[in-house]
Structure formats: C-alpha cells, structure tokens
C-alpha cells in the first residue's frame, strides 16, 4: 500500500525493501488474520449478546442493547483506526530486519526509513500511518538496538542506489 508523501522521501533501494520487508512480516505473523478473527469474534459475540437481551424487557435491558450494538462498530473502528497493536508493529520491525539480512540488504534501511518518516511525524501522533503506528523514534531506537544486539553491520551498495535512482526518477 502506497503513502503518498512518504514513499517519496526514500533515496535508496535498501530503504524501500525494509518497507516491503516490514509490510510481508505482519502477513508472515497473519497480523491482518489475527486482527480479522478478532473483529469476526466480538461480532459473534455481539450478536449473541444483543440477540439473547432483546428477548428480556426493561429499560436497562434497552440500554444494554443499545451499548452492544455499538459495540460492533467500536470494534471495526478500533482495528482501522489504530492498526496493529506496538507489539506486532516490533515483531513486524524485527522481521523485517531479520529479512533483509537474510537477502543481503542493509538492514539499516529500515531504521534509515524510520528516522526520516520520524521527521515527518507530528507531535502527538497525527494522521494516516502515524496515527496506526508507534512512534517512529522509538522504532528507530528498537531497531537500530536489535541490529546492535545481532551485531549486523550496515553494508553499502552502490549499484542497487544507483538502479534505485534510474528507477525513481
């Protein structure tokens, strides 16, 4: 998924595969999966609520009716608008780094990525991606200690900046 004005701030092809890597980790981790059976199950269990308090009568009955049929759209409105949880955004980072190491790209790409991204982010969280994700700093801080911890060096190539470059534009 593309986020304008975000996308275009990277200047390597390093940085664009963490992204990738980033995005194939949360599918690797089935976090939209989770996230899915999660909404699926609180409506089941919403319906089964609303359905089982609109036989008694009563207005606090009504009234439990009313919080369980909100309750539904709480739900969805929490998982499109807050994403995934901190925690599998850093799984997510840590997979991504683990990734790219794998295939030989620069690991540092990803928390390349996060320092710019980082500079764009408001304070207070904001809008879009920043309102879905941790803070960038913090993330840039956790990857570049797991890097540190695996005593993964950045590496350089010149020849993927430069496809990079032809590529972009």
């Not at 593309?2 to 390597?12: A, I, K, N, Y």
């Not at 599918?27 to 989770?34: Q, R, T």
């Not at 089964?48 to 609109?54: N, R």
């Not at 960038?136 to 911890?149: C, E, G, I």
């Amino acid at each position: 998924m593309r986020h304008p004005g975000h996308v275009d701030c990277l200047t390597s092809e390093e940085e664009l595969a963490a992204i990738l890597a980033h995005e194939v980790a949360h599918v690797s981790h089935k976090d939209g999966l989770a996230a899915i059976q999660k909404a699926l199950w609180a409506q089941v269990v919403t319906t089964l609520g609303t359905e089982a308090a609109k036989k008694l009568s009563g207005a606090d009955i009504a009234k439990l009716v009313s919080l369980f049929e909100g309750s539904v759209s709480d739900v969805t409105k929490t998982l499109l608008v807050n994403g995934y949880s901190r925690s599998q955004e850093e799984a997510a980072d840590q997979g991504a780094l683990t990734y790219l190491h794998r295939l030989g790209y620069n690991p540092y790409g990803l928390p390349d990525v996060l320092g710019k991204l980082a500079q764009q982010q408001p304070s207070g969280g904001g809008q879009g991606i920043f309102a879905t994700h941790p803070g960038m700093d913090k993330r840039q801080s956790q990857s570049k200690s797991f890097l540190t911890q695996k005593q993964w060096t950045r590496t350089e190539e010149g020849r993927r900046d430069r496809r990079f470059r032809e590529c972009a534009g």
